[in-house]
Structure formats: structure tokens, C-alpha cells
């Protein structure tokens, strides 16, 4: 007999550190490019599962899930009948981490092999994980899985969805009981495991499926689907339990010659699922996921195959395939994260309008509100959303609303301070021009952003237009035009500091044509940006006009967009003395201005001085009760 030259498994360990080197990739690129933001789950098999159900049932897709994740749901149950679980064995980076963390159990003589009915009870729990985790991702549209998942807790440190009362637990569950049990979390807990299978069991699930889907479209029973996922998950458990074969998949697997085996029984030890290979001709056990490790260890060369062929580089070869053809295939077709309609999108007069580029389109509930909001339009009559492109569709009914008024629904114009401090008169300069690619609310506030790093710039605002039509306010003792255009047309925003310091791709562009310019009173400009006062109260209605005096001060703390809060608790003060009645604040060409409404029978400008510039305010909340704060104002008496 001829012995093997290398004990090494090449084609599982190239995979494995293969997706090991893209996840560190992934975590310190963001170091080097702070434009870039990693998104661990991009190709998460068991998201597209839990999406796909939800879409089959709420139609929409969970979260930020795209046709990626969907493609590589299908193509890992398609793996397991047409070769073996390939993603448990050769991609999935968790299985990878508890291998590793079992092979250290090992060295330390301190791991050891669940078996028996400990082993049989403990597998039931990764079918109830697998319950849970879909009932409440198809009913919120939500990935449940995020709360608790080892692997997204992990790299997002913790952060995002991640529930810690649930991810602590189950980090430390996957990392020691890795540690003294073998595989612990591929057997016992991982939910993903529990689906793929489902899948070996993939005759009696689509049995059982078929007679679902016969009972409640022909025979009209209403019968909820979490009754299939629990059925499905039932009869997994007790064929896996009780080691039942029933016309299982997957179609290729491991096969001893007995004629050339010398029954060293290194392939027992070397099974990382510790499954007996020694005593059986072809090794159907329903841990195998086609990993090969036993046929590369073999001493005896041909005593372990697949199929009774020398095929051991099949499993690697496919998966990257199958994988490869998955991303492909679902580049080219992209799944609606929402497709909603209320009308007749079939409908004579419907025209549909497409908008990409919306990055404010990033998940299922963003879908949500926009599709909400479009509701409310007259004439729209359904949408579709595509997170992956940040794209939407409109249907809409043209007898109603014009494709341009649709447009203009989709838009959100923004009317921001930048960096006012404050001038309350003379005038401020304004320039408004149209700018390209800033449809989307994330970019107009990136363009604000831009600007706000010019001191002199007070102010943006936003309408719709093909390009958007910007308007920015500026003082022109501090800045000019020109600076405007170069803030405008920086390639990249840097945000945040030191390391929470990201950079985003802006490349925005002025389009020169209908540029115009002026000046406007600083009145008119406080006027658009900061909201006036005016309350009414102490019987305010039951005075004639005649009987109340007005008592006009400068204000200038009025036109201070921090002061603004405080401006309900001046009122509150205010109502304390019972001839005060009404407050206003407004913006005149000579400054912000108070107008303190009072019935002089019953008050003097003497008091109210006294009122105004108390040292302390004297507060009356809803719930009747009273508190005293100090007076953050100053009023020029
Ligand atoms: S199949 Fe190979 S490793 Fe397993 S017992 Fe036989 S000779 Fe040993
Ligand atoms: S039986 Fe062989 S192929 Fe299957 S899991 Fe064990 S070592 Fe891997």
C-alpha cells in the first residue's frame, strides 16, 4: 500500500483562511479608508434565509438584506442535497473559530464528546433557535438572529442590534463550550446548522411542505406558517435524534474500502464531528459536511473516497462555484426590499417613475417610511424600494399627478444654521445655484456639512429641482463666493475625530446655469431660520384691545438659536404675574424685539421689569407642579 504523502487539508483550510483574511480585511480597512464602512452580514447565507421567508409572507425583504443574501440562502440548501453541508464545512467562519477553539480543548486533554441521550436532548435546542429566530424576523421584518448571533456581536464590537443580555451569553456558550465539547455549537446551537438539516431531510420536508401548500391554497385551511417551520423542525429533530435515513441527501459521500482500510481508526480521531468512519462502508451520519479531513488523513491510500472515487477536491471546487455563481446571478437580479401597492398598478394611465442614488434607502424600515409617505401623495399608487442600489420605484397615476410632482414628493428639502452667531442686523448676503447629484436627504446633509466648515457661512436651504436648487447665506465680511464653490466641489467630507474620525465620497457639482445673487435684510433671514414667540395666556381673550398696553423691548437673545428652548420657560415665568397676558417675539430692521401684552390695571412695566430679570424663573409644569431655575436671560432694561 501505498501512503499518502501530506496529512494536510488544502482545500479546507485555503477556504477557511481565505474568509478569515477578508474578514480582517474588512475590520482594518476602515483604518486606511474612512470612506469605507464594512458590512459584516454582505454575505450571510442564513439572513437571506430568514429574508426570503419574510418576503414569501409580509412581502419585504428583513433589514438591509439584498438578492446577495437571498442567493446564497438557496444555493446553501441546493449545496446540501446536491453535495453536503459545504458552507458549515468550508465557509462558515464560526464552524472555522469552534474548530480551532475544540483543537485547543483537545491539546489540553480537557474536550470531550457528548454522547447518548446528553447528545440527543441538547440538539433540540438548535431547532428551537431556528423557531424563534424566524418567527420574529418574518413578523418585525428584522434580523432576530443580530441579537444574539456570536459572529455579528463580535464584529461589530458589540455594537448595532446586538442585544448583550442575549450575545454575551451565547458568545461564551460558542467559545467554552467549543472548548470542552466537541462542536458544541455546530450540534446544539447554531440555527443555520438546524436548516441545513432540514435540508438533508430534503424528501419528507418537501413533502410535508407540498401538503402545506395543498391544504391551505386548494383546500382553503387556514393554516399559519409557523405551524410548517415547526412541523419541518419537529420531524428534523426526531429523524437526526433517532438517526433515521430516510431518503437523505446529500448524494455524495465518504466511502470506505474495507479491503484496503487497516482499521487504524485515525479517521474517527481526525473527524472533526467525531463520527465513527471506521465501521461503516459509506458514511451517512447526519453531522458529516463533506470536509474530506478524514480521506486526506488516511494512511492508506483509496480506503477512504467519495463515491467509491477519487473526488476529494469536489466539495471545495463546488463550493467556491456554487458561491462565485450565487454573486453573480444575484448582481444581475435584485429582489424589491418593499413592493407595496394600494392602487392599480396595471392600471391605463400608471407610469412609473425610477430614482437610484437615494441613500437614505438602506434598509427595511427607511423602505417603510417612504413607502408611508408616499401613501399620502394623491395619485401615487405603489412603490417598490432596492436597498442594495438605493433605488425606488413609483407607480403613479398620470391622470392625477405629473411625473415631476412625483419627483418632487420624493424630495426632502432641508433649511439648516450652519454657523449663524448671531447678527441680528445690516444684511446677509445670499447665492443660489443649482447642484448636481444632491437629490438624496444623506447628501444635502453632507453638503451642509461641506459648508459648515466655512465659518462665514450661516445658512443652507434645499428645494426640489432637476439639479436641486441650494440657496446659502453667508456674511460677506468673512467669505465669498468663491470659497462657497470650493467647499461645494470638495471631493470627500471628513466627520468626527481622532478615531471615530470617517470620510465620505461627496463630488458634488455647481451647475452654472440660473445662478443668481443678492442681499437680504438680516430681519427677513432670522424670520426663515428661527421660530418666533407667541403665546397667549392668563385670560388673554376676555380683554378688549384698548385695555391692554404693549411694553416693546430689544431682544437680542431671541435671534440665538441655542436660546431658543428656554423661550416656554419665559413664558411659564411670565404667566405669574396675572397682568401679563401675551408674549411675542419678533425680527426688525433694528434688531429681535419682545412684546409683552399686559393689562396695566393689573400689572406695571415696573413689575414686569422685575419679572424679567429675576434672578430666578419660577416654572409650572403640567403635572401641577412647580420648580425654580435660573434666569438664562438678559433683558436691556
Ligand atoms: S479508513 Fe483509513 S484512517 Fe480510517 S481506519 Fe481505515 S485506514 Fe485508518
Ligand atoms: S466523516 Fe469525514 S468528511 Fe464527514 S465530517 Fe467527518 S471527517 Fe469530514
Keep these: 500500500m501505498s501512503k499518502k504523502q501530506s496529512p494536510v487539508n488544502y482545500y479546507r483550510i485555503t477556504l477557511q483562511w481565505g474568509i478569515f483574511v477578508l474578514l480582517i480585511y474588512m475590520l482594518i480597512r476602515p483604518l486606511l479608508d474612512t470612506s469605507y464602512s464594512p458590512d459584516f452580514e454582505a454575505y450571510c447565507p442564513f439572513g437571506g434565509m430568514q429574508s426570503l421567508a419574510s418576503y414569501f409572507s409580509v412581502h419585504s425583504l428583513a433589514c438591509s438584506m439584498t438578492t446577495v443574501q437571498i442567493a446564497l440562502g438557496i ?28 483543537a485547543l480543548g483537545r491539546k489540553a486533554k480537557m474536550q470531550i464528546t457528548l454522547k447518548g ?20 424576523t418574518v413578523t418585525s421584518s428584522e434580523l432576530f438572529c443580530r441579537k444574539f448571533d456570536p459572529f455579528y456581536a463580535g464584529f461589530t464590537g458589540f455594537s448595532g442590534d ?24 455546530c450540534k446544539y446551537l447554531c440555527p443555520l446548522g438546524a436548516i441545513t438539516n432540514i435540508a438533508v431531510y430534503a424528501f419528507p420536508a418537501a413533502t410535508i411542505t407540498l401538503l402545506w401548500v395543498l391544504l391551505t391554497n386548494v383546500a382553503g385551511l387556514i393554516i399559519p406558517w409557523p405551524w410548517l417551520l415547526g412541523t419541518l423542525c419537529v420531524m428534523a429533530y426526531v429523524f437526526e435524534a433517532t438517526t433515521l435515513k430516510f431518503f437523505i441527501f446529500p448524494s455524495l459521500r465518504v466511502t470506505r474500502n474495507d479491503d484496503l482500510c487497516t482499521h487504524c481508526r485515525i479517521c474517527d480521531k481526525k473527524c472533526p464531528m467525531a463520527i465513527q468512519i471506521s465501521t461503516v462502508e459509506t458514511v451517512d451520519h447526519i453531522d458529516c459536511h463533506l470536509c474530506v479531513d478524514c480521506i486526506v488523513k488516511c494512511p492508506e491510500k483509496g480506503a477512504l473516497t467519495i463515491n467509491k472515487r477519487n473526488l476529494s477536491w469536489l466539495p471545495a471546487v463546488a463550493t467556491v462555484i456554487l458561491t462565485a455563481a450565487a454573486i453573480t446571478i444575484a448582481t444581475y437580479y435584485e429582489l424589491p426590499t418593499i413592493s407595496e401597492n394600494w392602487g392599480d398598478i396595471n392600471g391605463k394611465n400608471v407610469q412609473v417613475v425610477r430614482m437610484d442614488g ?13 413607502a408611508n409617505h408616499m401613501k399620502e401623495i394623491p395619485g401615487i399608487v405603489g412603490v417598490e424600494t432596492f436597498v442594495k442600489h438605493h433605488s425606488v420605484v413609483v407607480y403613479f397615476d398620470k391622470t392625477i399627478i405629473g411625473e415631476e410632482a412625483v419627483k418632487e414628493a420624493i424630495f426632502s428639502p432641508l433649511s439648516e444654521l450652519l454657523n449663524f452667531k448671531g447678527k441680528v442686523t445690516g444684511k446677509v448676503s445670499f447665492v443660489k445655484l443649482g447642484i448636481d447629484r444632491c437629490f438624496d436627504p444623506n447628501d444635502q446633509f453632507y453638503l451642509g456639512e461641506l459648508l459648515r466648515k466655512d465659518k462665514g457661512i450661516y445658512a443652507l436651504s434645499t428645494r426640489f429641482g432637476e439639479p436641486v436648487q441650494a440657496t446659502i447665506y453667508y456674511d460677506s465680511s468673512l467669505t465669498d463666493e468663491n470659497n462657497i464653490r470650493k467647499a461645494i466641489s470638495l471631493e470627500s467630507l471628513i466627520m468626527g475625530e481622532g478615531k471615530d474620525q470617517t470620510s465620505v465620497k461627496t463630488g458634488f457639482a455647481v451647475n452654472e446655469a440660473g445662478i443668481t445673487r443678492g442681499e437680504m ?10 421660530p418666533t414667540t407667541d403665546v397667549a395666556f392668563n385670560n388673554y381673550e376676555s380683554y378688549a384691545e ?37 408674549i411675542q417675539t419678533s425680527f426688525t430692521e433694528s434688531g429681535p424685539v419682545i412684546k409683552i401684552w399686559f393689562v ?7 413689575k414686569i421689569n422685575s419679572v424679567l430679570n429675576s434672578p430666578e424663573f419660577l416654572i409650572h409644569y403640567p403635572d401641577k407642579s412647580v420648580k425654580r431655575i435660573k434666569n438664562p436671560f438678559k433683558f436691556l432694561i
Design 358 to 370: 437615494l441613500k437614505n434607502i438602506k434598509c427595511f424600515g427607511s423602505s417603510r417610511s417612504f
Design 117 to 136: 441521550n446528553t447528545d440527543r436532548l441538547l440538539r433540540i435546542s438548535k431547532y428551537v433557535l431556528l423557531f424563534i429566530t424566524f418567527y420574529f
Design 600 to 606: 396695566d390695571s393689573m400689572t406695571t412695566v415696573e
Design 162 to 185: 446586538v442585544v448583550l443580555w442575549y450575545a454575551i451569553p451565547a458568545m461564551v456558550l460558542t467559545i467554552v463550550g467549543s472548548f470542552f465539547i466537541r462542536h458544541f455549537w
Design 75 to 102: 444555493t446553501l440548501i441546493l449545496a446540501v442535497v446536491l453535495f453536503s453541508k459545504l458552507f458549515c464545512s468550508y465557509l462558515c467562519p464560526i464552524g472555522t473559530f469552534t474548530e480551532w477553539m475544540g
Design 521 to 530: 435684510p438680516a430681519s427677513e433671514f432670522l424670520s426663515m431660520f428661527i
Design 546 to 582: 384698548d385695555k391692554m398696553f404693549v411694553y416693546e423691548l430689544p431682544f437680542k437673545q431671541a435671534a440665538d438659536p441655542e436660546m431658543q428652548k428656554w423661550m416656554p420657560f419665559l413664558v411659564s415665568h411670565a404667566s405669574n404675574d396675572d397682568g401679563i397676558v401675551r
